[in-house]
């Protein structure tokens, strides 16, 4: 095949894949983008074989190799429960990572193959992208396992923060540089590697100072990375699919980190620096004064929804822990059946990573025209009933709009205590992940049902 | 004068980089989840550097020291494909919209 045919379809699967992220701006468009976007890598696969035009016994193993990674993922892709779906994306921006690092130094080691000279006498701009892609990928790689292990609970949430840290990294990323400005005189194979080993290391650093409750911020920031990994081997390999591919990502992961950032009103150096949340738990706690909390049963809960005539249910992270998702549509379709005007309101950083509340919902056969982004519905709580908080916590917390002295001040809430009465599932007052008492457990219009989320909500469906 | 060819790369790249923030910013928030999954899935075009690099070698030489790290990257990025578009897709079948005669 011509170099010049395939650069072109190379070019038709780079916008083909600009399509796939295009449908994702409705539901409806969504299914048909992401057949864009299989069909823009089908091409990319096939002009690829028919480029190098190899196929000898080594295409044989390409194709036994392709399939096992595939069946693999195709396996997992059906696997996976939708509340684990944090973890499953932090684990394939590990696998992008770790990819875009084996093809950086295969190309290290056979140039030739790629057309970029001969080992040892490697054009400079490649040497100079390679060891970009290698970089970031390593980055992408190690930061991306740690994120998966948090996710997961196998390593603790809490920030893990040493003296000196910043310090560290800032020198480790410097010797990035000065180990590329040495690696492209003097070609060494050894620079190449000690390269990659600290660019391993410095994943690693960046994200263990990050609390568990910021890795809607990491995740997205991952995201990002493996794009701007994709895009380094992209000018290695002269590949324009991948460039553009690694542009869109990469921009696309920045955007939503922003997102994320501006929900929790926060910089988003204040985030990467970490060290929020988590520690200051215990401390809060015991200064607390009691203060008096009205609680109640299913039952009173039951009667003040049967009573209402519309119903705002603000789901968090809470309700993918507990998996009550699907009880709750349950509880909303009996609602529903009395005439009641039910809709949810989504925070933007509820759960653990962007849109992930919507995913849970739509898993339980919730229609999406009934949920409500934080400004669509704001300002319907004042004019509704019953606010019934399940998992929610700290986006709710009134106190964000009236106390300058709280960490959490500024940050864009939800207004559920305008509504008449707000219903909060919640197993016990201790604090959100911010480490804040939340002030709506003590107004006067709030019914705390301390229970599982999952038991309280059927045992409501039950007395309605 | 000539200009180099990176330069045209380049641009493709800055321009991309609108696009993608253009288009990003177009995404529902609702589909911010499948938008994640989705770009997982097509960064993992990096499979075709990973395919050049494990068909590199001669006929009588099927495993090399940078083959080998080819066939682990197809593994890799073939799990993502895979894993990345089929999970999008499961996704996206889920989100339905209200049904009229409910």
Not at chain 1, 291 to 301: C, L, Y
Not at chain 1, 372 to 380: A, G, H
């Amino acid at each position: 095949m011509s170099a010049n045919l395939s650069a072109i379809l190379y070019l038709v699967s780079g916008v083909l894949f600009i399509l796939a992220l295009r449908g994702l701006s409705s539901p409806e468009t969504s299914r048909q983008g992401n057949l864009f976007g299989i069909i823009g890598m089908i091409i990319a696969i096939s002009v690829t074989f028919l480029s190098v035009g190899n196929f000898s016994s080594g295409f044989v193993y390409v194709l036994i190799f392709l399939a096992i990674g595939g069946s693999i993922g195709a396996f997992i892709a059906y696997k996976i429960p939708m509340t684990a779906m944090p973890e499953l994306v932090a684990g394939f921006h590990s696998l992008v990572g770790l990819a875009a690092v084996f093809v950086a130094i295969s190309a290290f080691i056979n140039p030739e193959a790629f057309n970029l000279g001969t080992p040892g006498n490697i054009k400079l701009a490649s040497l100079i992208e390679m060891a970009i892609g290698a970089a970031v990928g390593a980055i992408t790689f190690s930061g991306s396992i740690i994120a998966f292990l948090k996710l997961q609970g196998i390593m603790s949430g809490a920030p893990i923060t040493f003296k000196g840290q910043h310090l560290l990294n800032a020198l480790l990323l410097i010797s990035i540089f000065i180990l590329t400005y040495y690696l492209c005189s003097a070609q060494s194979s050894r620079l190449f590697w000690i390269l990659i080993a600290i660019s391993f290391l410095i994943g690693f650093l960046i994200i263990i100072p990050i609390g568990g409750a910021d890795m809607p911020v990491v995740i997205s920031m991952l995201n990002s990375y493996s794009g701007w990994a994709a895009a380094g081997i992209g000018f290695t390999l002269e590949n324009t699919a991948l460039i553009i591919t690694g542009a869109l990502v990469g921009s696309s992961g920045a955007i939503l980190s922003y997102i994320m950032c501006k929900g929790m009103n926060r910089s988003f150096f204040n985030v990467i620096l970490g060290g929020w949340g988590g520690s200051e738990q215990s401390t809060n706690n015991k200064n607390k004064e009691q203060r008096p909390v009205k609680s109640g049963n299913a039952d009173d809960a039951a009667f003040l929804m049967k009573n209402a005539s519309s119903v705002i249910i603000v789901p968090g992270y809470g309700m993918a822990v507990a998996q009550a998702q699907h009880a709750l549509r349950e509880m909303v379709d009996t609602l529903k059946k009395n005439g009641i005007k039910v809709s949810y309101a989504i925070h933007p950083v509820a759960g653990r990573m962007p849109g992930h509340m919507n995913v849970l919902l739509a898993e339980a056969n919730v229609p999406y025209d009934e949920v409500f982004e934080l400004e669509e519905i704001n300002n319907d709580f004042a004019n509704a009933d019953v606010a019934f908080v399940i998992g929610a916590n700290d986006v709710t917390n009134p106190v964000a709009k009236t106390d300058p002295q709280s960490p959490i001040y500024g940050m864009p809430v939800l207004d559920v205590e305008k509504c008449k009465s707000v219903l909060f599932v919640k197993r016990s007052l201790s604090p959100g992940y911010a480490g804040i008492d939340n002030d709506l457990f003590y107004r006067e219009n709030t019914l705390m049902l301390f229970a599982d989320a999952k038991k309280m909500t059927e045992d409501i469906t039950k007395n309605l | 004068m000539e200009i180099d060819p990176f330069i045209f790369r380049l641009s493709i790249f800055i321009l991309s980089i609108f696009i993608g923030y253009y288009v990003v910013w177009s995404v529902t928030p609702s589909l911010h989840t499948p938008l994640m999954s989705v770009t997982n899935a097509i960064s993992s075009v990096i499979i075709v550097g990973a395919i050049i690099a494990s068909l590199s070698s001669s006929e009588n030489a099927v495993f090399t020291s940078s083959s080998i790290y080819g066939f682990l990257a197809i593994i890799l990025a073939a799990v993502n494909i895979f894993g990345g578009f089929l999970v999008t897709q499961r996704m996206l079948a889920m989100y339905k919209k209200k049904k009229k005669d409910k």
